[in-house]
């Protein structure tokens, strides 16, 4: 509860100014909601005509999907001309917080109000992107508090009343299974539960990109490579949108830090753009036909992003061809006439600078049209009449959390990615003494990890955590995994660690005597706040300098942590460290009594945001076997214990580079590449600019930007663990390696092929992964392009012996431009047939790929 109002207090704090600076002095006011939006509205028919039986059945009857928009749109522009001009003002934002009309057991904020009398239903949307986190009903209860003036309003976002969902792995461990089948059933899951509590719209996939590895929302994005999100973010679109719901790729664009996220003016070179951070929004829009787009908080060159026309009308619609609508993230608009000149549709979550009064006055003086009010609507009414939205009623149904929650622990065993293994992994399910060490001022060994948990709370850390039904401890997860195996023996022992070790002996002793040695770490974030030591311990100033003697590189330790909440100001300076890693070297250290020597029996497990820089002494043949679950979500504890103790196969691979401490492309960034420079005034004047261009991730590491960086033997001295990289308890053969070419002209593709054999005794999964290294003349006249980049991948699994012919489809066509670079000045795309290099293997290492010429 205690982290529950520290968010309330820090999100009303942010709410009140919000509406002190907006909803005041753009002469807000209620939206007008239920019933109410029927005032001064004439006599309808019984049946609307956008809802009669004919029309319905057509849409219901169309083959394709063109043609059931086709008709979604019909009944769009017949219900925006049974409108009246009130009655269209009140549906263009969301709804002040209110008990729903047709829930009257929920008090909601996150809806569009419904309209009885033109049969328009509470429009219902909740956040994501790793299961369904806030959403639209906490309890009606609270309504009375509000109403007496006890409680802020705010509480509709916040209270921990808020409905319970499954909390699934985090969206950085779907995209380390590389496989878009895990991608489905998370979102297959997510959707069932969102019908389940007569929800319609789920802000998610998340495909801003790691570019900075301590961007507190790295959890909610699926990594550093634009292909592998855009690849997971259309398996989870089209999951979301096959059960009839909206699903919301977000935070349209360049949204990679959240430092001063309101204000931030970030400058992004516009070939840079297209290439990297606009390529997983333009693959979600193109193959997973998404119904609808959240732009962000920042302000992309020179414009902010809700009202950039170029981005929003210019590259979304024009260039891709985008028939859904744009609804901006909660209170990030900025004006009133500027977002809807500039392409935006729906402002959320109240009624903020497209109050009715101020838009009002706006048509009065000529600086809007009814007719761009009618646009905005008809986009938002297409999808929502498209995805059956208006046909059904708001009814909620029992959500199967026993059923779902093991589809989380299958996601989670999915992804997880084995670093490395000296011995130690699997752990025989035979052991009699089973200790797990972690740090008492860390949550890794203690509970579940599912987003921003601290210690003692479950949630407390942004829009995207979910309130789950259960959850699972790490002991409890080990004892009944162990029990399953048959063995009813084994004692399970907690043992904390204080942060200054000082307790560290009794761990080494424990730790010697052990059969099986389990170390939890990790690095714990949440929206709002990047991993960043700030001048003034926060991330909500207007303007974020680093603090004094820090770097930007110190939030990627295992040792930084926040003893409260970054996001929270009055928590100001209470950054730490925690000495994990002196921790996990000293118990390294101990002597073993048992017949197997440390680095034998000791399991390093992290739950990380994203990547980690990597002390080298953990790194090798001294250092203990890593296994890497990301945040678990609520089945941790079983995730952990099934891999472990070898009942799932680790198959998860690197969708984020892992280097070595002081080696980063954070060591060595500008204040201007982040956390960005304060100028002007210092009133929410700061800018970041993206200067690396197109060496982000992995393309950082192999173009040696920072001079440190040359492979040697084909190894990068900076990277502990490479983009692509992950072992298993089986071993794998790659060979005949191979690349043909089929059909021609614009239907030519390119074939890649390896005979892939798992040389071990177990079944597991392989991943093949296809870079492609394009010519030198790809580089002239635009940015420098990165020694390669990911262009195919296929997951396959194996029994012990067997082997395979696995063959990846390149398509230059396709909507990833594997092949092609952006030619701002033409305004196209250049695609290269010749002096092309693919390479195939099985991690982003130049050790690890065969290169295959054309």
Partial sequence: MQGFEAKRRQLGLAVGLVLSAGLVACGGGSSGGGDDGNAGTPPVATVNPWMSTEIVARQ?????DEAREAVANERARLLLAGMTLDQKLQQLTGSMPEILHELPECYGGRHVSAIPALQIPTFRITNGPVGVGQNDCISASIYAEVAAGNRSFTAAYTDPSSAEATALPSAMGVAASFDPEVSTAFGAVIATEMNNLALHVFEAPGVNMARIPVLGRNFEYFGEDPYLTGTMAVAETRAIQAQGLIAMPKHFVANDQEANRQQIKTTVDRQVLRELYLLPFEMAVKDGKAASIMCAYNYVNGTHSCENDELLNGVLRDDWGFTGYVQSDFFSVKSTVGPLKGGMDHEMPIPQFWSPKNMTAALAAGEITTLEIDTALERRYTQTFKYGIFDRPLVQTPIDFVGNG?????????????????????????????VVIGKATQVYAQQAVAGGARVGVVVAGGSSDV???????????????????????????????????????????????????ILMAGTISEEGADRLTAADGSTLSTTVPLAPGATAADGMSLDWYVEGSLTVPSQAGKVKRSNTVAMIQAIMSATSTTARSMVEKTALVLKDNASVAMDPALVGSSGPAILEVWFPGQEDGHIVADLLFGVKNPAGKLPVTFPFA??????????????????????????????????????????????????????NPCVAFPFGHGLSYTTFELSDQDVTMAGTGDAAVYQVSAKVKNTGSKEGAEVVQVYVELPAAASTGGATQPPKRLVGFQKVTLAAGAETTVTITIDPQASNHPLSVWHEGLRRWDTFSSGLKFLVGHSSSPKDLHTLPL
């Fill in 406 to 434: 093991q589809i989380a622990r299958d996601i989670g065993t999915r992804s997880a990615v084995l670093l490395q293994n000296n011995g130690a992994l699997p752990f025989a399910s035979s052991v009699q003494k089973v």
């Fill in 60 to 64: 219901n009857a169309a083959a394709t």
């Fill in 662 to 715: 002081g080696k980063s492309f954070l060591d060595k960034a500008t204040a201007l590449q982040y956390p960005g420079e304060v100028y002007g005034t210092g009133q929410g004047d700061q800018k970041v600019e993206y200067t690396e261009k197109l060496h982000i991730g992995y393309r950082w590491y192999d173009g040696n930007l920072s001079g440190e960086c040359a492979a040697v033997a084909g190894v």
């Fill in 467 to 517: 309130m789950p039904n259960y959850t699972v401890t790490p002991v409890d997860g080990i004892k009944n995994v162990l029990q399953n195996l048959g063995n009813t023996s084994a004692t399970v022992q907690l043992i904390l660690v204080d942060d200054d070790n000082a307790n560290i002996a009794g761990a080494q002793a424990a730790a010697a005597e052990a059969d099986a040695v």
